[in-house]
């Protein structure tokens, strides 16, 4: 399941400064604890702020159940920012947006955070707590209220958690005081309650209807029954607990009855925690109850849910499941949420797997800054010096990993580079990329980042893939399992022109290994590409020579444009021919063209007739067997003369062959369809009408293409790739990789089938 856990970091994440401002946050450490624990129950885990951007940042993550995905769900661990009732936020905002999430919904919240509204449910309830009043100024007054020595009351703001502004007065001076101190400094009403004098207990709860309640906590008051338990005891220095309490077999009994009426009586969810005092003679006396009970590891729930016997792995994980249970039910659950055992599988193949989660998720940052070295390092196609800078950095990242890198020399082109980890013939998997990118030097347009996306010249074209590759390896070699893995890198350094450099050289690697992944950005959807177009790309020229018959200038530049029209032609007359959409949607090859013409140049001396030009078109196709077609159609449009003295002339540039899917392609594709069913993504195969290196690759080889990060408008100043599919690919193509290794027999007999 894709499990999102919502925290509140950074508070400055909301358009103003507005209202009472939250001082309650988890530490990031404790956290990280949560997503590993989730990670080590098979789950695939984000960890997101819960700031005014949440709603973005969910909506690139979580799959959407409309579309046939499991449902996500969000571990919410988000206090609040600002205003009143907090812990409401974001609970009512996954409401709206319709995101299944761990935790009681938010009037529940807003009940137990607000402490006066608790102790009328409780009271309505018939739950005994202790006698209070509510102030809303320290000129309130109540005929029943008395404050001395011996009635000494407790005060403490209303709606706020961690025990923050709670004060003993014994008199009516400072009871006023501490009241309008509270309401100075908390900006709330206040209230005030009867001190119950003797032991402290706490005791969670763990699931819904009758849930669990976990061994009971007693807080060691030192044998002073007036101590309380301040904001710096929770936070700074614990006390110590005594778990489970000593308490008579009646009197637990009596108290987890009663914790579990308070739980029904604000009906909460999933889990919580009641605080309770006893007096001297054992009555019990409810305090309050914490809808989001801490997960530190020094909190009493921690401790007790331990001392039940969960680690703290299966104690997150289990309150994932009650979760699920409650919004999905128990047979749903076994068919679409896999359920957690209470003890996560500690097995070869699961453990490693849910370190590599967590250490991918963890590299984000670092992933990031590597496709913004990348994209500052700005590598044209024309630019060898540049692309060999790149190399050099790239050769380092690769060296570091225990790969032997060689270089390739290419005239007037960067250097290929072609790395391996191992010294055997065949390679496991070979990751193809490119170094350069398609934009000139002066279209370059500079690294930038926002909540979503990050943009600059390259980052969908080649630099993000190239980041996600390395971020994989890094992934393996931290599991360990990188040298089970015969892998092998190419990245060229002609792939955003024609691949002419490096398909020699592509063909040979791709021959040695038994899978071909090709790192250019996926699709919007997040498909993988598993069918590209071919293309032909031709040069045209026009020379004008003198004739006897006079030529006007608009007879020139109408034959010229004629010409340009009728190659365009045959793209569209290509479409209108094509099969039809039942035969697209049965897997029935549709003869497509598309035509596009660059680069086209007039020459001209002063006051003369044009007397050159030129004009490069490229053809994109579907149909493997159209192109000796394309090449002729192309030749009779240039012998065609309107206008003596005027040649047209053909030459054929280095093109790319289409790539059609084979037996052993979609082999490729189911795993890396397992990979990502395993990461709760389910991906689907797709075509693209770009033609890339990729097919170049033989047959006889399992071919993918579109592992990149997802992303687009590759060549303009709006290239982007999507910043949260930087680490999902990244464990994509790491996993996928651990399934290949696993699975050498099965490739090796596709293989011979092929071959066969």
Known sequence: MRVAVVHNRDPSGVINVFGPQNR???????????????EAGGHTVRVIDGDMHV???????????????????????????????????????????????VGSGPQAHGMALDKVIAKIMFQSAGLPTAKFWNFASSDDS???????????????????????GIRIVDNEGDLREAVS??????????????????????????????????????????????AIQTDSDKLRQPREKLCPAPLSADETSELQQLARRAFRSLDLFDFARVDLRLDAEGNPYILEINSMASLGLTGTYVHAAQAAGYTYESMVNRMLDVAAVRYFGAERLVSQVESVPAAPRRDDVERPRARLRTYIRSSAATIEDNVRRMVEARTPTEAPERVNQ????????????????????QVALGDILLARNHIHDVDDVLLLGHL?????????????????????????????????????????????????????????????????????????????????????????????????????????????RRSRRAVSADQVVRHFANRVIALQDIGREASEN????????????????????TNLHLEAGGGRLPSRAELMLTLRYSDPEIGPELD???????????VPGVRMTVSARPGRPALRPTDLDRSLLETVQQAAQDLSRPIEGGERWAAADLSFVGENTARIDGMGPIGGAARTDDEYILRHSLVERAMLLAVTMLQLRTQPKRRRAASATAAG
């Open 436 to 544: 350069d990118t398609g934009a000139p030097l002066q279209e370059w347009t500079p690294f930038r980042a926002d909540e979503r996306r990050i943009y600059g010249t390259g980052a969908a074209e080649s630099k993000g893939g190239i980041a996600v590759a390395l971020a994989a390896l890094r992934g393996l070699r931290y599991i360990r399992r990188l040298g089970q893995v015969r892998a092998a890198v190419l990245l060229t350094s002609d792939g955003a022109q024609s691949g002419a450099g490096g398909r020699q050289i592509i063909a040979e690697a791709g021959a040695r290994a038994r899978n071909v992944i090709g790192l250019k950005p996926g699709e919007p959807d997040g498909s993988v590409i598993t069918a590209r177009a071919g293309e032909h790309r031709y040069l045209l020229e026009s020379a004008y």
């Open 142 to 164: 109540f005929d029943d209220l008395k404050c001395s020595p011996g009635h000494r009351l407790i005060v403490k703001p209303k709606m706020e958690a961690v025990s923050y």
């Open 632 to 642: 002729e159609r192309v030749q009779r449009i240039a012998d065609a003369r309107t």
């Open 24 to 38: 309650e946050r988890y530490n990031p450490r404790t956290v990280e604890r949560v997503a590993r624990a989730l």
């Open 55 to 101: 709603v973005e940042r969910l909506g690139d993550f979580m799959p959407r159940v409309i579309a046939g995905e499991r449902p996500g769900m969000v571990f919410n661990m988000a206090y609040g920012i600002q205003g009143v009732s907090r812990y409401t936020h974001l609970p009512a905002l996954l409401e709206m947006l319709g995101v299944p999430y």
């Open 578 to 597: 094509a099969g039809s959409e039942e035969d697209a949607e049965n897997g029935e090859s549709v003869r497509g063209v598309r035509a596009h013409i």
């Open 181 to 226: 101190m509270i309401i100075e400094e908390f900006g709330q009403h206040v209230l005030v309650e009867e001190f119950i004098a003797g032991r402290e207990l706490a005791i969670g709860l763990l699931g819904n209807g009758d849930p669990e309640v976990l061994p009971i906590v007693e807080i060691d008051l030192e044998g002073d029954p007036n």
């Open 390 to 409: 790149l190399g050099d950095w790239v050769e380092r990242q690769l060296e570091t990993l225990g790969f032997r890198v060689e270089r390739r020399p």
